[in-house]
């Protein structure tokens, strides 16, 4: 029997996010044009919600071309037993190609499905909440939806398909999400940036480009959400749809890839962790974005912008999003405190700081009281 593994460690080599790229409206109705450039034999992951959304579209493009949609439904987490699982029952067997169709979770299980099956992946969003449908990696828990850790895969996605009539129809507080997880580079680069030798192991070029374009894209999402998320109502894209779109999924992608997949996340993705790790039941409705903007509050004010944290968090409630510990219904006294203190204390994050800086820690605790309430 053939012998299914994922990956132990990142690639060496820099993989910059995926081949090929789109971004049309109603491109989904004519994706067998990318589909048949990577197989014939192609099989559709998607959960019910995303089914309803676009498996019927999709399988509509390739009939028309002759070609058979299998399909895999997953209404679970990205957990490799899962995969594992499907894998060892021959569920991928005369694959040569995957669609991976919906949000984050299934976009990440897609991923891990290829891997196993040895063939590329198609991904096609049907939110902006994340930039995981240009992203060559995987975030994954166990069955219940506790953290386990992220497989680096070792070739980038072949084709990020963005749908643009589809993105349009997403729920606000899901393109919020997406736009405050791009948001979180600059602010969590602005960390790395104060640490000797904070470039990436490409060196200091590397680590100023993904500078750069985090600030880009910073700027462009901060005059634009308010924005966008009105034009949702409209149901139809619109320029501005589109650059938060574009900013949300392939600039915050370009920058993980610029970065090695390292150096642009800190304390707002280790708080995201933290959460889904110590409380999976009560966190496994909340998006990833959801979840790293509360932990943004808390960076922002390590960071010494405590007045910027919070304002950050009374928008974060304008647009009907989490920015506390109460607001995402978990607790917020001493204890969980130190266990979330501890948390990230152990990370590469803060072990990076603590050297260089004997306040990392007494300022952590101090930061997380904007959040703690």
């Known amino acids: 029997m053939k012998q299914f593994s994922f990956p132990t460690a990142p690639d060496p080599a820099f993989l910059f996010g995926c081949g090929r790229f789109r971004m049309e409206e109603h491109l989904l109705e004519r994706c067998s044009e990318e589909v048949l450039k990577f197989g014939c034999h192609p099989l559709l992951v998607c959960d019910d919600n995303s089914a309803a959304i676009a498996a019927s579209t999709i ?28 894998a060892e029952s021959g569920a991928l067997e005369g694959i040569d190609v995957v669609l991976g169709c919906g949000g984050g979770v299934i976009l990440d299980f897609s991923k891990c499905l290829a891997h196993l099956a040895g063939a590329p992946v198609v991904t096609m969003p049907t939110s902006s909440a ?50 405050l997880d791009a948001l979180a580079k600059k602010i969590e680069i602005e960390f790395w940036s104060k640490l000797p030798a904070a470039g990436n192991a490409s060196g200091e070029a590397a680590s100023r480009i993904a500078e750069v374009v985090s600030d880009f894209i910073y700027n462009d999402l901060d005059r634009k959400i308010d924005a966008a998320i009105a034009d949702l109502a409209r149901g139809e894209p ?35 962790f933290f959460a889904k790790q110590s409380h ?36 974060l409630r304008g647009w009907g999003l989490p920015a506390s510990m109460s607001d995402l219904g978990l607790p917020f006294d001493d204890a969980e405190a130190d266990a979330c203190t501890a948390f990230i204390e152990k990370t590469k994050t803060m072990k990076a700081a603590i050297p260089v800086d004997a306040s990392a820690i007494p300022r952590l605790r101090e930061s997380m009281k904007v959040i703690f309430k």
């Open 59 to 86: 399988d509509a493009s390739l009939k028309a071309e002759g070609v058979e949609l299998r399909e895999l439904r997953h209404n679970g987490f990205c957990c490799r037993d899962d995969a594992l699982a499907y």
């Open 238 to 272: 619109t320029p501005t749809l589109r650059d938060v779109f574009f900013d949300a999924i392939v600039g915050a992608g370009v920058v993980s890839g610029i970065s090695g997949g390292s150096r642009q996340t800190a304390i707002a993705h280790r708080f995201y």
């Open 280 to 315: 999976p039941e009560k966190m496994a409705s909340r998006t990833h974005g959801e979840l790293v903007a509360v932990g943004l509050v808390m960076q922002l004010a390590y960071n010494g912008h405590m007045a910027e944290a919070e304002a950050f968090a009374a928008r």
């Open 130 to 179: 994340t930039c995981c449908a240009y992203t060559p990696i995987a975030v994954c828990y166990t069955r219940e939806g506790r953290y386990v850790s992220t497989s680096h895969f070792r070739h980038e996605v072949a084709s990020a398909l963005l749908d643009t009539t589809i993105l349009s129809r997403q729920p606000p507080r899901l393109l919020a999400a997406g736009a």
